[in-house]
């Protein structure tokens, strides 16, 4: 009964490929996010989805697409992958400001 | 705009002693949490603990404590009693609460390394 999910937990695929990673609570949160950790650890904020609607949408190249089919579940398209994609992606969400956030195992894509 | 700063790359401590993470941020709204979060080296993001701007008491969760000085904008981090499974590291996360959800804003971390 994992709160948040994540699949793939790896991904690996070269250059130019398009990839996906899905996200999905049983939190019953909602809002849900995606993060981006890179290799230096430091970890920022990509997307933010309230109710399936998007209300944040950092400075991330066009490339990146999320998707909302349902609150319960958001995730995150690539297109034309680059080698600076490579890093872990994060998902997470919450129910309120006031309290945290749930994260999601990640998902570690390298791209060749 | 939000910032947090974590000074310290790295820190080692002896198993069973306390040691204190710093955290300071800046924000010009008035109602805001914060957060710490825990990394180990299986790469999840682990809830410690929680701290509004309006909380009266500093936030205790077992062996953590938030040391919050809302005058100097410091929010450390104290675990006592360290173990060997504290190895990890430790991120100090801002969130303004204008209206509606907004995002974590997330300090550099702190490597923090328990010694037997």
């Known amino acids: 009964d994992t709160a948040v999910s994540q699949t793939p937990k790896y991904l690996v695929t070269q250059m130019g490929n398009d990839k996906s990673i899905k996200c999905e609570q049983n939190l019953g949160h909602d809002t849900m996010y995606w993060y981006k950790q890179d290799s230096k650890k430091f970890l920022k904020i990509m997307f933010s989805y309230n109710n399936k609607e998007l209300i944040i949408n950092e400075t991330v190249p066009n490339r990146f697409s999320p998707k909302s089919p349902d609150k319960a579940h958001l995730n995150l398209h690539i297109n034309s992958l680059e080698l600076g994609d490579s890093a872990v992606y994060f998902c997470a969400s919450s129910q309120d400001d006031y309290n945290e956030q749930f994260f999601g195992p990640g998902t570690r894509l390298t791209v060749l | 705009a939000q910032k947090i700063t974590q000074t310290q790359p790295g820190m080692f401590v002896q198993e069973k002693e306390a040691v204190t993470l710093d955290c300071t941020y800046d924000t010009s709204d008035p109602s805001y949490g914060l957060f710490w979060y825990k990394q180990p080296s299986s790469g999840e993001m682990i809830f410690l603990i929680y701290q509004g701007s309006y909380d009266q008491q500093n936030a205790t969760e077992g062996r953590y404590s938030l040391n919050f000085q809302k005058a100097r904008k410091s929010a450390n981090l104290v675990i006592s009693a360290s173990q060997l499974g504290d190895s990890a590291m430790y991120f100090c996360?801002?969130?303004?609460?204008?209206?509606?959800?907004?995002?974590?804003?997330f300090g550099k971390g702190t490597r923090l390394s328990v010694i037997a």
């Open positions: 996360a801002m969130r303004e609460v204008p209206s509606g959800n907004t995002p974590l804003v």
